[in-house]
């Protein structure tokens, strides 16, 4: 691994200030779960390493406008635990599907939101759109694991973070801050990501010297919510597909939905086409099939990875289930 400088800030200012030297060439640690295997991949190679632990302010989960206050810094396992996030039930699930004790107590929310890629040709050193004299590795050579939506363009990894999916169903808000001490801003959590044209861009908005703070959830009265993650193994695995649901339900039908997949394209896939079908229905089997089906009729698979159309299909369907309490036997 490349040696490199490691700053311990105590306060966000602080962590912007030893961002702000070198931007470019500085790599901010959270949990580092990840991070340290890419910097021993040298897949990442930064000047600087900013170990954000010890910034209180990041650290809490707080009532806060009409929502869920949730700091960056927040680990699986306070998601687990925390009796304010307790009616998520669909966050509460993704953290619970993370079967490995060690990461639930170190692996941070932002460090999973901004999870970069776990494509093997990214991680081998081919790069964001693993290409190799101009041509995509993932469509010619092994894309079994990779993008079944937003692949028509040079990028076909999925994105790797598996909390998106429930938080944007849920309507979250991110809070960027920096790369100036002044500077902040909040989105909707959906509106970070973004797929890469080129090598320069990023998985997501985020520019060098900035960083993402907080995460808000807002309460919604009476809504329910769900996930489902597709695994291959039942140690600890990363999906294959995942779903995620928020419902609002009146008079036994759905009057608001909001289904969004993981793991199927470079971004977390909201589905229009899904909540469009169950609006309007009661929550059954046979309607929960029907937004399944819709989710994934545009679906676009590679020449390996067809296989996933079904698994989002299916990961739809039981997201939906769970939302309403109607998948039997939890699993
Ligand atoms: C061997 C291994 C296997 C794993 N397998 C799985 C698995 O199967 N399923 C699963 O769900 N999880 C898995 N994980 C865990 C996963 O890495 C963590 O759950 C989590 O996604 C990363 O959290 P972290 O805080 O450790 O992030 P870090 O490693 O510290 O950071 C991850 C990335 O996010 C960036 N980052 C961190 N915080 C911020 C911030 N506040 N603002 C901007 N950027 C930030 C970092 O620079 C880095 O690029 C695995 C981890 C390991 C080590």
Known sequence: MKSFEFADPRTETEALELM?????QTAIFAGGTDLIALMQADVIRPDRVVDIRNIESMQQVYEADGGVMVGALVTLDDVLENPLL????????????VHAIQI???????????????????????GLLAQ????????????????????????????ATRFAPAMIAWGAQVRIIGPGPEDEEVLPLEHF????????????????GQ????????????AVSGNYDVLQTAGLDWPLASAA????????????????????????WVSQEAASALLGQPVTEETAQLAGEAAVSRATPLKDNGYKVQLAKT????????????LEGGL
């Not at 307790?86 to 599907?97: E, F, G, N, R």
């Open 193 to 208: 990501y973004k797929t890469p044209r080129t090598e320069r861009q990023g998985t997501t908005v985020l520019k060098p």
């Open 132 to 159: 190799e004299n101009g041509k995509s590795l993932p469509e010619l050579g092994d894309g079994r694991y990779h993008a079944v939506f937003g692949n028509s363009g040079p990028a076909k990894y999925v994105t």
């Open 245 to 268: 649901a928020t419902l609002e339900l009146s008079g036994g039908r759905v009057s608001d939905a909001c289904i969004v997949l993981g793991f199927v394209a470079p971004t977390p």
């Open 315 to 326: 990961a739809v369907k039981r997201a939906i289930l769970r939302s309403a309490g109607l």
């Open 20 to 24: 702000g030297d070198n931007p470019e």
């Open 86 to 97: 307790a009616d998520y039930a669909s966050l509460v699930q993704a953290a619970d599907a």
């Open 211 to 222: 960083l993402v703070s907080h995460v808000w959830l807002p309460r919604i009265a009476g």
């Open 104 to 126: 639930q107590s170190s692996g941070t929310i932002a460090g999973d939101l901004c999870h970069l890629p776990n494509c093997w040709y990214y991680r081998s050193g081919y």
